[in-house]
Every structure is written in C-alpha cells, then in structure tokens.
C-alpha cells in the first residue's frame, strides 16, 4: 500500500490503519526524505489519538502496532526500545492479537 503525507488530512482513517502491514512502513522508509520519515510517526500518533476518542480501538491498536513497529525498525530513535514497548502495550491492551504479542517478545529484547 502507497503511503503519501498530506498535511491538509493529516490522519490515517480506519481502513488505511488496518490495510498497512509493517513493509509497508518500511518502504515509505526506503523511498522518502528524512523529514517525511519523521512525518510518518506523527501522522501515526495524530491517527492514533483520533481512533481513540472515536473509540474504534480495534483500529486504534493497530496504528499503535504500527507506531511501535515504525519506532523498534526503521526509525530507531534514541529510546526506541521504551518507546516501542509504551505502544505494543497499548496494542495489546486494546486487541490481543498473536501478530501483537509475538512483536511484544522481539521488542522486549531490544535491538
């Protein structure tokens, strides 16, 4: 799935959320500036926040499946690690889902 910033809609909606895999993350990564990359992570948390006080949860934890994927593998910013494990806690809070927890271990032992 093609991902484009658009700062006049600057939010992911529900089925974009859902549709995007992790290779999706990391071909936006691949392709774009360092800004853009940047970018990506708050269109994700501004996404996130908007899916939540929609309360579609479902959704809302899989943006933050994918902010915690986005933070542990291609961003890695400092603290990626606490970072990541902040939002897979909150994926998991919000939908146990194997895909979750399993990222849950490979982020528990750090990069």
Known sequence: MKISIDFEHPFLDE???TELKPTDLDGFYQRENA????NLFFVLEASLHRLQS???MKAAARCAFLMAYYLFIPLTPPAS????EFYIDRALEWDETP???EWKSL???GN
Do not use: F, H, Q, S
């Open 15 to 17: 089925g974009t959320v």
């Open 35 to 38: 800004v853009n990359r940047m």
């Open 54 to 56: 929609e309360n579609r």
């Open 81 to 84: 690690v606490e970072l990541a």
């Open 99 to 101: 895909e979750y927890r």
């Open 107 to 109: 982020i528990d032992k």
